[in-house]
């Protein structure tokens, strides 16, 4: 079992988070240090450090993950124009919580 992060105080309602979406196997709300005008993150209520740790049998999980991304991304009107999902993996790829999450993020244009 990996480390409790700040994550799942937010999943506790410990601390405040402006919380865009919920469902049974997801918590969706906005970033606290945004990067575009539109910045969530999709985090499963299941806590999985890294997307390393995943398995097969999280296939589903991570399915509705990005599709909760896309369809977050049709409420807040940038689908059309157009948006990023990310996921960072361990200190090289610039994950800092170690609870997997989505970065869904747009309302500006993303250059490269
Ligand atoms: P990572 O670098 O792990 O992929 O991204 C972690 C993200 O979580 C960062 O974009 C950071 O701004 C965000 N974050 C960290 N702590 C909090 C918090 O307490 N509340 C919210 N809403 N976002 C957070």
């Known amino acids: 079992m ?43 209520k299941q806590r999985i450090a890294t997307l390393n740790d995943a398995t097969p049998t999280d296939q589903a999980l991570l399915g509705h993950m990005m599709l909760t991304a896309a369809q977050l991304a049709r409420e807040a009107g940038i689908a059309e124009d157009g948006y990023r999902v990310q996921m960072n993996v361990n200190k090289g790829g610039g ?18």
């Open 95 to 112: 994950q800092v919580v170690y609870h997997i999450h989505l970065h869904m993020f747009g309302g500006r244009p993303l250059a490269e």
């Open 2 to 44: 990996s480390e409790t992060t700040i994550f799942d105080k937010i999943l506790a309602r410990e601390i405040p988070a402006d919380i865009v979406y919920e469902d049974d196997q997801v918590l969706a709300f906005k970033d606290i240090a945004p990067r575009a005008p539109v910045h969530y993150l999709i985090i499963p």
